[in-house]
């Protein structure tokens, strides 16, 4: 966890993950990333919907090559609604 910012209508939790690519295939590559992710809270105060977002380019590119680049900032092109992908999961 890097910071949590908390505002009135959501709250933002910035992260940065490292980690080996060692799963199934995996390259053995090294990776660190950040990213952010944009929480809306339900009435009962539990995160009621999660829109995500990190580097993918950089991301597949330090799983393929491994380590970060010196360019590597928060940049962030890649959404993930978390929500749209259980959904998606749910659907099979």
Request: charged content about 25%; glycine content about 12%; hydrophobic content about 30%.
């Given at each position: ?29 090294r990776?660190r ?6 929480w ?13 977002s ?39």
């Open positions: 966890m890097d910071d949590l910012r908390v505002q009135p209508s959501s709250t933002t939790y910035h992260s940065t993950f490292t980690g080996t690519n060692t799963g199934p295939d995996g390259t053995g590559s990776v990333f950040s990213g952010f992710e944009e809306t809270l339900g009435a009962d105060g539990l995160i009621a919907r999660s829109l995500g990190f580097d993918q380019a950089e991301y597949d590119r330090q799983v393929e090559h491994g380590g970060p680049s010196a360019l590597t900032r928060l940049a962030l092109p890649a959404q993930v609604d978390v929500d749209d992908e259980a959904r998606r999961e749910a659907a099979g």
